[in-house]
């Protein structure tokens, strides 16, 4: 459906012990795509660049992203495929591996 509220998509680069080592968060599409002006159905490509921390140590961290209110900094509610409610509001992406 319509979106009243215009969310941020907050990414992380995360350690074992959940500490953020990088993040980006941003309207969508750069800026420049708020939530408020997309379309029922629509899928928006949103592609981000994650800046590592240059004191984060070499190692594997996990991604995570989500959204939320940057009025609230409430998190818009996130579902697994079966429609759970995931811990935390934000979906885990791929491990990837710091190198120093």
Do not use: C
């Not at 599409?29 to 159905?41: A, Q």
């Not at 190692?59 to 697994?80: C, H, I, K, W």
């Amino acid at each position: 459906k319509k979106m009243e509220t215009s969310y941020k998509v907050f990414t992380h680069l995360l350690d074992a012990q959940n500490r953020i080592w990088g993040q980006r968060d941003s309207i969508p599409v750069g800026g420049t795509y708020p939530t408020t002006g997309w379309l029922p159905g629509e899928v928006i490509v949103d592609e981000y660049e994650i800046p590592v921390r240059p004191d984060a140590p070499g190692g594997d961290y996990q991604l995570e992203v989500g959204m939320y209110n940057e009025g609230t900094m409430e998190r818009l509610p996130a579902f697994d495929e079966e429609g759970a409610r995931m811990a935390d509001d934000r979906i885990l992406l791929e491990r990837i591996r710091v190198r120093r």
